[in-house]
């Protein structure tokens, strides 16, 4: 199997080149690995204001992507590995032989992980989400690692107020975490963890190089798509939002009505679902009660 390890951190960059590298009709699997900067990824037909506080993400400077594969939001930092593996669909699609990949690894390594649905854990706890894509004649499988993960933040970002909403999106499966590194039979770094997990994993094949027409159509994918507005929240499956003293309905990422304590606020219809956009109406409109409003929707 065909190795890359993507040296870039950009999670737009990351999610691009997976993207890319599907729709390509190589005659070798490819075995992709790479850590992103502090962000949240959900999958590609849920609601981000469902799965994520928005607010919290604001405040930390986090962004939040959509990723092409279903699933559910994961949280991604400098400690979480993501591997990816793009294959022929003749080979089959099921979970199972994709995740023995990672859990061989693991349990080479002294972790005593399993599969179960499409998760890896060991014991009780999950270490591992994966979700996948699938062309015509490709499936795109990929996955989390958390190595060495921000726990605490993951937690405090992915606490969706699902009970406020009204929505077909599809919604994460909350499940109990932890870190592999303490699980491991002796300590290594992540840089030596991704090292081993990419000689596991490729055998005798040489890594995939990318030439720069390749680079330049995935900074073009990753800026017009995975950038995007449109992409990340523009394709929210439509919902309802009922709490305290709001009430708002969304259509393609668009509010379509809005109500404060049974007042219509007609300056929020036709804006975006975008805390710094809804941040600037409603400052204006309700000085002194807009951070409730806010919440209401983005926390």
Not at 19 to 42: A, H
Not at 111 to 134: T, V
Not at 262 to 287: A, D, H, N, Q, V
Request: proline content about 3%.
């Amino acid at each position: 199997m065909r190795f890359l390890e993507l040296k870039t951190d950009d999670p737009a960059i990351c999610l691009a080149t997976e993207e890319y590298l599907l729709s390509m009709d190589y005659d070798k699997d490819i075995f992709i690995l790479w850590s992103g900067r502090p962000s949240v990824i959900c999958g590609r037909f849920q609601n981000p204001l469902e799965e994520v506080s928005v607010a919290e993400c604001k405040k930390k400077g986090i962004r939040i992507f959509r990723r092409c594969s279903g699933g559910g939001t994961v949280y991604h930092d400098h400690g979480n590995v993501n591997y990816s593996i793009i294959s022929s669909r003749n080979g089959g699609t099921g979970y199972e032989t994709f995740l023995s990949y990672a859990v061989g690894f693991l349990n080479s390594v002294g972790a005593d992980a399993y599969p179960e649905g499409n998760m890896i854990k060991i014991g009780d706890f999950k270490i591992s989400g994966n979700a996948q894509a699938n062309t015509a004649s490709r499936v795109l499988h990929h996955g989390t690692l958390l190595f060495d993960c921000d726990i605490e933040i993951l937690s405090r970002l992915t606490r969706g107020s699902r009970s406020k909403f009204i929505s077909k999106a599809i919604k994460s499966n909350p499940h109990p975490v932890c870190n592999i590194r303490p699980h491991l039979s002796s300590d290594i770094s992540l840089t030596v963890f991704k090292k081993l997990f990419i000689e596991y994993v490729k055998g005798n094949d040489a890594e995939f190089l990318l030439d720069g027409n390749d680079n330049a159509d995935i900074s073009r994918l990753a800026e017009e798509k995975y950038g995007s507005w449109k992409w990340n929240f523009g394709n929210t499956p439509d919902f309802h939002i009922s709490y305290g003293a709001v009430q708002a309905d969304t259509h393609r990422g668009i509010f379509t009505g809005f109500t404060v304590s049974g007042r219509e606020c007609p300056e929020m219809i036709g804006s975006r679902i975008s805390i710094e956009e809804s941040t600037e109406i409603l400052s204006k409109l309700y000085p002194d009660s807009f951070d409730d409003i806010l919440n209401a929707v983005y926390d």
